[in-house]
């Protein structure tokens, strides 16, 4: 797990850290580094995809002798492990480098383990035309960063793990009662498409599903997954579902964090998530721990967790989370020009 | 009888529904037109929040006999018996607050011709439903214990231990909450003398209020 990542020079996190838990819900205004920080860890883990100019705070790109770091650190018992990944502009000469790590062979298959976590790095924001598209079929079917694939990802399930599959079916009746089961068709050889099923009879194809309809599926799937990868994010998992179902998203992904507290054997996945909701926010007043607000001012950007907040408890009392939030009393609100 | 149910979720109004129908010794009907009268997650917040409305919603809108409404009390002060005199009170109290707010909007009803008042009960879980759920179970869960905690005294338990200690995580899940608080209101319906006399004034009162209807 990453406790937390120091970012330098990276677009618009000139100098700050960002804390992270196993399960982290950033709240901030629009352009506040939210984004920027889930592409950083991103890039972290594939320095070699991105230029320095594409990575570098735009009001050093012409400044000699920069370097761009972004400095992961790992949550370990008995050790303080880091790893740092960057790009840096010397006499005119661009490279990359990272992630490396501050640890050698003591802890190779351990290092191997967060490397692969951060290559695997996914920033789901889903695309309801995407979801809803007709798949080729390859085996070890992945959901992608839109959410294209789900139809081959939940099909592979069904195959090969037929009581995940059911469970997933049953939970969707929960959350979408007028559903009761995901179809399959296909719609020309080697494809499949997605059809839920109402509970009356009907199919009705994935394209004709509204969008929230969709996203609550994608999230379900990602939940059911026997091996999701190690980190996850998601930009505003609210987006396009109904207040009353957000309980439920909040649900999933506490089960992908907490497997152990669901009775599943798999590892827990970390998550991080943004959001600009403060309904969803509410859903987390219990866990101050859990929310960082994402600050930007003249200094730039900085993210502060909420249980570092001093006498948060006494300070919030009664007062619902959302809204306070949302007032702009806990910051993270652009200041008036 | 029909019975409309207010709490601070879905799963607190299955439990507090069971506890209801001990209490009446008989079942009671869902309001159709609003079988789930939800809260969202705002907790507190909300159920204030939607406490008048709900109120005039189910007087002008619906033939329910009656609402009912829990919620927690967080680490508010908990509710005395000294409240319930005239002039007593406590304004911090959440269990004060419901009834304020119950009297007003029942004092502001105009008479509807064929319709009976809407009956009332409120209830306060101290410090968090989970309490009730344990009650029985740990003998140091009780409203007597929290309130030395609010006076500063170390106690074992705080709200989130107590979900905990509930469904074996501090993140349940919706299910499993429900499934744990049926269980548990199931559980103590059977005797409901020791949930009376562990939360005398939280579920007391809240049995009392039921009892007069």
Known sequence: MIKSVHFKNF????????????????????GSGKSTA???????????????????????????????????????????????????????????????????QLHGRV???FREALTSFQIYSFDAQKLALPVELFPNATLYAD???????????????????????????????????????????????????????????????SHGTLFALAFLTLAYLPNPPSILCFEEPERGIHPRLLREVRDAIYRLCYPEDHGEKRDPVQVIATTHSPYFLDLYKDHPEEIVIAHKDEKGVHFERLSDKPNIDEFLQDAPLGEVWYSGILGGVPNQP | MKVAVLSESPADEAAIRILLEGILQKRTQEIPSLPHIEARQGGWPSVKTLL??????????TDADALVVVADSDDTPVHQSGHEQVGGEDRRCRLCQLRSVINMEKARFRPIPSRSPLKTAAGLAVPAIEAWYLCGLDPHVNEATWARKLQAERITFTRNKLKAQ????????????????????????????????????????????????
């Open chain 1, 11 to 30: 677009k618009a996190l000139i100098d700050t850290t960002l804390p992270l838990n196993r399960f982290t819900l950033i709240v901030g205004p629009n």
């Open chain 1, 38 to 104: 889930m592409q950083g860890l991103h890039m972290a883990g594939n320095t070699h995809a991105f230029h320095f100019l594409d990575v570098v705070t735009a009001s050093l790109r012409d400044v000699d002798d920069i370097t761009v770091e972004i400095r992961v650190n790992w949550d370990i018992s008995d050790s303080v492990v880091f790893s740092n990944s960057g790009w840096e502009c010397e006499d005119g000469k661009f490279k990359n480098f990272g992630p490396d790590f501050n640890v050698g």
């Open chain 1, 111 to 113: 290092i191997t383990n």
């Open chain 1, 147 to 209: 959410g294209s694939n789900l139809a081959g990802v939940l099909e592979s399930l069904r195959d090969k793990e037929p009581e995940s599959f059911e469970a997933l079916n049953e939970e969707l009746g929960r959350w979408l009662p007028e559903f009761d089961r995901v179809l399959f068709d296909t719609p020309k050889k080697g494809y499949k498409s997605l059809l839920l099923r109402t509970r009356s009879g009907h199919r009705i194809e994935a394209s004709d599903l």
């Open chain 2, 52 to 61: 008048p409305v709900t109120i005039r919603h189910l007087y002008f809108n």
């Open chain 2, 166 to 213: 509930v469904y074996r995580t501090e993140r349940p899940s919706l299910q499993m909450e429900t499934r744990y608080a049926i269980e548990a209101a199931t559980r103590l319906v059977d005797d409901l003398s020791m949930i009376e006399q562990l939360f005398p004034n939280g579920f007391g009162s809240f049995a009392r209020d039921v009892r007069s209807w």
